[in-house]
């Protein structure tokens, strides 16, 4: 038996022992994720202990160094335990920004002693981060934000307001984007990290159209910002005024997050699910689900083949942007079709049997796909400029 | 195994793209034997050359004097042959032909794989039976007749028919026209008597037969696999021929895309090059986009065929349907945004779109297969 082999065979044992039966349903409702932070409280004791198990195995973050939380895994393995997770329909023990986002961007960018602290937190799920990027006037033109930082010698004061901060109400610290010099656009940026809890910061709640309301506006006001939070760990991630680099970095995984390049249920077909559930299918709606089907089978395809090349270097450093854009819109095909098959059944709001209108709410969500982290029509800008060299503009 | 190419596979993919580049390209072949209105349809002289570098027996077994290389590295050789529209008889002979052969004795093997090796010859497959491919359907009868079959009925779209030193026959030997089970496949001589061929050029100049049987007298060695027993192999053939075809897609859209991309970046109006518009810009991005994501559910489909999964023939249809849309968008967007020089004859833009036509048809179009992947996903 090959390593690969026999790690996939512990695996399979460690799952069958570790992974509660009730951790190996599908994720139906905000309360089955579990987002960990300072005031995290668990839905039940199998999300409790999961969690835990898989905490001290090092497996909310597996392919990070045991230094810093991780299980220290290669890449190979970490695919072989996403592969095996997935076959028993494993729900992620814990899901955070400070996993998909800014570990990343520390792994990458980040000191020693911030490693040790900040990735530590976020493996152990002690922290929960938040990330402020976009202002009111400044979406998907983000470098022109305004945010101001003003130097103060050891510190900043940070003024100015974000929008868009996805559970900012619920986060502990927030990686930030703050303007710290007005004369130069791109090099004038610092990625900030701090604590919400801190004076000067409050947040607002912004309801969607799905009734939810998860994200904020994040006002601050006179806030203080330390630039070094101790030995060998800065209150910024890179260098002062380069944060638009760190900003970028972090953009990519954001992208290949959202595009759900790594498979589960936004790149499965669903036409037999459908069926299921809706007995009769009309023909024209069923030759939709199965040209949906086509679309959605190749792009797992194209998710494994990106995330193979990706570890190896292959991937063009543009192609999470073309993953993310292709992804989103196909979650969104993918609700459309399931509220169609669904009938009028799925446009019931609230309803036991529909759990609160889960998939009419669902549905709205995902048209925020192709919005958050950057639009669509951005995502294609870039595949133009950086990929297929066009010129202009 | 990682979806990208291994080192071998990468040294295949640089060679076979030179050459295809050099000896394939479209003014050498295409054009040339297009313009002399060839009857073939393509040059004798390649075929040659592919024997030289390789390429014919690739998929035969080494015990048959073949390389035993898999569906990944002949999806290389085609995606070649498309990007350049190579006019070849690769994916009938070395593709379909050898995988139905594979499954032939040792007799049948040693008379027809050699020949094909050395690129003497060519082969090609009779399946379907009318404009479309329903492959479930087959009248065509073979009969007992002493030691071997009496073979009599038609097929359609038997491309290079006419050219072929051999042709793959499926014909039922038993049962009602759609049942699975009672198909036999043959390896029809050029010279049987009965046979004959009423050869048309296609859009995409390529040569196909509308053949027809008159009674013609088989050996019982002309069988290859199993009386009765030819739908397994026949299915086998499919499968190979659909993801061969469908690498051969990807080629033909990238080779699209790339002209067309090239001539955004050449093309000047209202002062600015045609590039600089968004509106264009937009559709060239998600055009990308598409033919990445058909290039990696085609290779994904190849390794499953390679590996010997039960999930290859799901994934072929995927792969098929996929790349015909990829690939349909790519010449259609290719002549749009070439404007009116895209409809000209000189420009090679129209040559993929009719290349594409017709590899669309090819082993069912983009609707067949992702009616089979609903009936395979149990919908
Ligand atoms: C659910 C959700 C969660 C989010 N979470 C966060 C978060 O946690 N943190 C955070 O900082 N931000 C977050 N965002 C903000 C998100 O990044 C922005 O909404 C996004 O970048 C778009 O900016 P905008 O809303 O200002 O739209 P605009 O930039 O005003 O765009 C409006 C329209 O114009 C189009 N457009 C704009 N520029 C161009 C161009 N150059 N070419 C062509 N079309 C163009 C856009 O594609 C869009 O269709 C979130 C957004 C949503 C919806
Ligand atoms: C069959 C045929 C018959 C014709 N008959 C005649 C005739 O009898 N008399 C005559 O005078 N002409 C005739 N024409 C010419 C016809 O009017 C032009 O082909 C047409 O105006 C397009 O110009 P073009 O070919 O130079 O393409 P281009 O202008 O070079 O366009 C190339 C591509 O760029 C796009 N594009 C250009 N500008 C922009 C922009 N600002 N924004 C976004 N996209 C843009 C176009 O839509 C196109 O996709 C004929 C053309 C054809 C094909």
């Known amino acids: 038996m090959s390593d690969l082999e026999s790690f996939r065979a512990e695996t399979r044992v460690w799952l069958e022992a570790n992974c509660p039966p009730e951790m190996r349903k599908p994720v139906r409702d905000e309360a089955d994720v579990y987002w960990g932070g300072r005031n995290a409280t668990f839905k039940n004791d199998a999300q409790k202990a999961w969690f835990e198990v898989c905490r001290d195995k090092g497996y909310t973050v597996p392919e990070w160094p045991k230094e810093y939380g991780g299980a220290g895994l290669s890449p190979a393995e970490g695919k072989v335990l996403r592969q095996e997770m997935a076959r028993i329909g494993a729900r992620p023990p814990l899901s955070s920004f400070g996993i998909w986002m800014l570990g990343p961007a520390l792994l990458h960018f980040g000191t020693e002693g911030q490693k040790k602290r900040f990735l530590n937190e976020i493996a152990a799920g002690e922290i929960r981060w938040c990330q402020g990027y976009s202002e009111p006037g400044s979406g998907s033109d983000l470098v022109s934000m305004q945010t101001f930082g003003e130097d103060k010698g050891d510190h900043w004061v940070v003024n100015g307001q974000k929008i868009w901060t996805s559970y900012a109400d619920e986060a502990d610290w927030i990686f930030c984007l703050v303007r710290t010099d007005k004369q130069n656009k791109y090099q004038g940026i610092t990625f900030m990290l701090f604590d919400m809890a801190g004076d000067g910061v409050s947040t607002k709640p912004i309801k969607l159209i799905s009734g939810n309301s998860p994200f904020c506006e994040t006002f601050f006001d006179d806030v203080e910002v330390p630039k070094s939070y101790g030995e060998d760990c800065p209150g910024y991630v890179g260098e002062i005024n380069r944060g638009w680099d760190v900003a970028k970095y972090l953009l990519g995984h954001e992208r290949e997050m959202i595009s759900g390049a790594g498979g589960g249920d936004r790149t499965a077909a669903i036409g037999a699910a459908l069926k299921r559930n809706a007995g009769e299918i009309d023909p024209v709606l069923r030759a939709e689900l199965a040209q949906f089907d086509v679309d959605a089978l190749a792009y797992s395809a194209m998710g494994e083949k990106f995330l193979d090349e990706l570890k190896v270097g292959k991937a063009h450093p543009a192609q999470p942007n073309m993953m993310k854009y292709a992804g989103t819109e196909l979650n969104k095909r993918r609700h459309e079709l399931m509220m169609a098959a669904g009938g009028s059944r799925a446009l019931e709001w609230e309803s036991e049997e529909t759990g609160g209108g889960k998939g009419a709410r669902n549905w709205l969500r995902t048209k925020a796909n192709s919005i958050e982290g950057g639009t669509s029509e951005v995502m294609l800008n870039v595949i133009s400029k950086r990929i297929l060299d066009l010129p202009g503009a | ?379």
């Open chain 2, 1 to 379: 195994m990682p979806l990208y190419y291994d080192d071998d596979q990468a040294m295949l993919a640089e060679t076979a793209q030179q050459f295809m580049a050099e000896e394939g390209a479209i003014a050498k072949q295409l054009r040339h034997w297009r313009d002399r209105d060839c009857k073939d349809g393509f040059g004798h002289g390649l075929w040659k050359q592919f024997a030289e570098m390789g390429f014919t027996g690739m998929l035969v077994d080494e015990d048959d004097g073949g390389l035993g290389m898999g569906h990944v590295e002949a999806g290389i050789v085609l995606e070649n042959i498309g990007r350049n529209l190579t006019p070849s008889p690769f994916l009938s002979s070395s593709v379909l032909a050898v995988t139905a052969l594979k499954h032939g004795s040792d007799d049948v093997r040693g008379r027809w794989l050699p020949g094909l090796i050395e690129g003497e010859k060519v082969y090609s497959v009779a399946i379907d039976e009318g404009a479309k491919h329903r492959p479930e359907t087959i009248a065509c009868k073979a009969e007992k007749s002493g030691n071997g079959f009496r073979l009599s009925g038609k097929k359609d779209f038997v491309v290079y028919g006419a050219s072929s030193e051999m042709i793959v026959v499926a014909a039922r030997t038993s049962g009602d026209d759609s049942d699975s089970d009672g198909i036999t496949l043959f390896a029809v001589p050029q010279d049987a008597d009965g046979m004959s061929h009423d050869s048309v050029r296609l859009v995409d100049s390529s040569m196909a037969s509308h053949v027809a049987f008159d009674g013609v007298e088989l050996d019982g060695d002309a069988v290859i696999g199993e009386v009765d027993g030819g739908r397994e192999v026949l299915n086998a053939m499919l499968m190979a021929g659909r993801v061969g075809a469908s690498a051969e897609g990807v080629g033909v859209a990238q080779g699209a895309m790339d002209m067309t991309v090239d001539y955004l970046k050449q093309r000047k109006q209202f002062g600015k090059l045609i590039g600089e518009f968004q509106a264009l810009q937009h559709r060239a991005a998600h055009l990308y986009s598409e033919v990445e994501i058909a290039r990696a559910v085609t290779i994904k489909a190849a390794q499953l065929l390679d590996g010997g999964s039960e999930k290859a023939d799901l994934m072929a249809s995927v792969a098929k349907a996929k790349v015909a849309k990829a690939a349909g968008l790519a010449v259609k967007e290719g002549v749009q945004m070439h404007g009116g020089i895209g409809m000209t004859d000189e420009y090679d833009i129209g040559l993929y779109m009719k290349r594409d036509r017709a590899l669309q048809e090819f082993l069912g179009d983009q609707y067949y297969h992702a009616g089979r992947v609903a009936e395979m996903s149990g919908y």
